[in-house]
């Protein structure tokens, strides 16, 4: 009966080794699937970051383009006006400083309406 009993504890003890070596497998298994997603998501993040770059950078492109055709319309358009400006001025200037002085010197006196002279 002894006998029996140390066979069925060794059977038991056996069997507690096999199911600690099918836990650590499992374990393993599932460490090595977290690896595995995690770096399969890494993979991923890196690819839609490329994509995302490559689109940011053709839409710069096409808008730094029309901003410099942009930049370049109104320069010219500036200076357009700035040369109007500039025609006006020098074609008006005596006929207002010449206003100027007239409003400047022509001064009639007069008396303020609230003025009354004394009487005696």
Known sequence: MA?????????????EKEAAKVVQQARAYRVQKLKDA?????????????????????????????????QSAVDQDTEVKLAQVTSSYTQRKNDVVKKL????????????????????
Do not use: C, D, M, W
């Open 3 to 15: 006998a029996q009993q140390s066979q069925g504890i060794q059977t038991l003890l056996e069997a």
């Open 38 to 70: 995690r770096s399969e998501a890494e993979k991923e993040i890196a690819e839609y970051k490329a994509q995302k770059e490559t689109e940011f950078q053709t839409f710069s492109s096409e808008r730094s383009g029309s901003t410099q055709t942009s």
């Open 101 to 120: 002085l007239e409003r400047a010197v022509l001064v009639e006196p007069t008396l303020h309406p609230n003025f009354k002279a004394k009487t005696q």
